[in-house]
């Protein structure tokens, strides 16, 4: 049991991966501390209650087709899973209008699509590091429309600023995520199932482990290794905590604000200064039923801008739940607007499919992942253009008494629930090694 300000492991971070990493270490009669910036735990995980009582994810929220850890750690959760509903593709819509999928600019679109994910398995020029994703699409795209869908399904599947982002960097990440037709798919594919009771169950029952020995409302100011095999981490408040091993799950970009002594390699600054958090804004509306099943169903690609992407995330039997994905440059738009133009920006984009019914939700949840002061972005971290530190999986060689974890760090599935588990299943049997022992992973 730690002690105090003490332990033989320090975990900065009490997201997926930091209390993932940290509950195996603790089976194993490790002790460890976890120390989080914000008040709560969950990190990219952040659930929440409606008013009709049904439960809901702002934050990480499917279990992909295949991501076997974060399906046996909602097992474990006494999780109730289901499917996403979906009648297999989503409905595209501009200007107020439906757009066959069957379109020239679809069809285009997809042509663009097939030959990435074709050059993705087999060669990425490397030259394709200093195009940026906006540029490819504006040069090499001829039709408005397949430009309009192109950025869409990028932007939601990445949270990349395509004009920030290399075509290289995009391209290189999409086998170690199953592909595109994954990345994209609902049924079988990156959304296919979700939780009843939430995802927080996960990180409520990691936390529920670790109980005492997690520290919030801890934001991290300095991190010093000396000679004789001891880390010291200390707060903003002043506090000061020692371990011979630290576990970090904070994703580069927002470890800046952090003084290493001594410094960190170059390797490691580099990977600080050239990568930025991903940008998403995410919403959910409440209604007593869905009611659009009825109708067209609740899954759309609005190409109006900003852009979105609409999920119906309704579990059986429960209220109705539209979730709303504005990711990358067009979520900032939404950032000018109050809470209520926001929300009746994108609701009326959906009216003259699904009827006005669809402009009044009982209940409206929303998160603004990019504004938040300690995960600073989602879905993760990303690579610059014209950069090589940020490629996934991001480097993750231990720094002496540092060991590294985080989603982006995964060698399978980065970026995703089960990425952040895989990553911090490995830096804990990267510790347990270190220290003499052995880690399991979740059974």
Known sequence: MARGNRAQVIVIGAGLSGLTAAAELNRQGIDVIVLEASSKVGGRVNSATTSLGSHLDL??????????????????????????????????????????????????AMIYLAFLELVSRIYVPQGWITVTVDKAI?????????????????????????????VYS??????????????????????????VESMGITTSMLASELSQNIFTDMPITSISQNQSDN??????????????????????????????????????????KNTRM?????????????????GLGGEFLILDDPACGVFDTSSPGGPGHLCFLVAGTPARQLDMLDANTRRESLLSRLAPHLGHRVLQPVDWHEKAWHSDEYCGGGYLAYATV??????????????????????????????????????????????????????????
């Not at 295949?66 to 989503?90: D, E, M, S, W, Y």
Request: charged share 20%.
């Open 59 to 108: 934050g990480g929220q499917w279990i992909g087709h295949g991501h076997h850890r974060i399906t046996a750690l909602v097992n474990k959760a006494k999780g109730t899973t289901f499917q996403t509903f979906t009648r297999g593709l989503p409905t595209l819509a501009r200007d107020g209008r439906t757009v066959s999928l069957f379109s020239p600019s679809v069809i285009l």
């Open 231 to 272: 880390v010291m981490v200390r707060t903003a408040s002043g506090r000061e905590f020692h371990a011979r091993k630290v576990i970090i799950t904070v994703p580069p970009p927002m470890l800046q604000k952090i003084t290493f002594d001594p410094p960190l390699p170059v390797e490691r600054t580099a990977l600080q």
């Open 138 to 166: 504006e040069t090499l795209v001829p039709l408005e429309m397949a430009r309009q869908f192109l950025r869409l399904l990028v932007a939601v599947s990445s949270t990349a600023e395509l004009g920030l982002t290399s």
């Open 278 to 294: 991903g940008v998403v804004y995410k919403a959910i509306a409440v209604f007593e039923k869905p009611f659009w099943r009825d």
């Open 386 to 443: 014209g950069t090589t530190e940020g490629l996934l999986p991001m480097p993750h060689k231990p720094t002496n008494n540092l060991h590294w974890a985080g989603t982006e760090t995964a060698e399978e599935h980065p970026g995703y629930l089960e990425g952040a588990i895989q990553s911090g299943e490995r830096a804990a049997c990267e510790v347990a090694r270190a220290l003499g022992g052995e880690v399991h992973s979740i059974k």
């Open 170 to 195: 995009f391209a290189t990440a999409i086998p170690r995520s199953g592909g595109l037709l994954t990345m994209l798919g609902t049924r079988g594919g990156a959304q296919d199932t979700l939780v």
